[in-house]
């Protein structure tokens, strides 16, 4: 497999994980009601997994290598797009999660950027992934040899590995400050 075998099997159950929101969305916007819980839970499955795990194999190691080989132009154009994009889902998130702790907290407006944020990132993220499957994962694989991708590989393998640690360290710290 190469590189963008994983990434690719990820970019899937994003779109799936999307469609769900998108289900979630029509009820929101039908009903004016939000459920704070589907809301975090989706928060959680984005910075989790599409941002930390997936953004992460992608920034962290692939784009990283990438920085180190003469890119045309077009394809340089294309990684700052793709960094910048990620840079929005993140905002757009952090937004989203402003809203619902509003919407929570009595202020009912919320739920419209509430809405307008969920919209955003099911809109945004078959673009992105369009992007990355059809062009530039393709596009650029042809600047690395096969031992290079190889390497690559068994550092994504080492990147997921550490995820499931990372993630639960953090909400034990973040947890122990509340708790002293
Ligand atoms: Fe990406
Ligand atoms: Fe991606």
């Known amino acids: ?3 963008r075998g994983p990434l690719m099997i990820e970019h899937r159950l994003i779109e799936k ?18 459920d704070p819980v589907f ?3 989706i928060v959680d499955f984005i910075r989790t997994y599409a941002d930390r795990t997936h953004h992460g194999k992608e920034e962290d190691i692939l784009f990283r290598e990438l ?25 757009t998130v952090r937004e989203l999660v402003e809203a619902t702790a509003g919407y929570a907290g009595g ?18 993220y078959p673009v992105h992934i369009r992007k ?13 040899s096969d031992d290079e991708l190889e390497e690559m590989l068994d550092e994504f393998w080492e990147f997921d590995r550490k995820m499931i640690h990372e993630k639960y360290s953090g909400l034990y710290d973040s947890l122990s400050k509340r708790y002293g």
Not at 133 to 143: G, I, L
Request: charged share 40%; no cysteine.
């Open 132 to 144: 990355e499957d059809r062009v530039f994962f393709p596009d650029t694989e042809k600047y690395f």
């Open 39 to 41: 809301i975090d839970t």
């Open 67 to 91: 920085e180190k080989k003469d890119l045309d132009s077009k394809d340089r154009q294309g990684m700052r797009e793709l960094i910048d994009e990620h840079v929005s889902a993140r905002k």
């Open 17 to 34: 994980m999307l469609k769900i929101v998108g289900r979630e969305l029509a009820i929101i916007t039908r009903d004016r009601v939000v």
């Open 1 to 3: 497999m190469k590189p």
């Open 107 to 124: 202020d009912a407006a919320a739920i419209d950027v509430i809405i307008a944020r969920l919209s955003f990132l099911i809109d945004f």
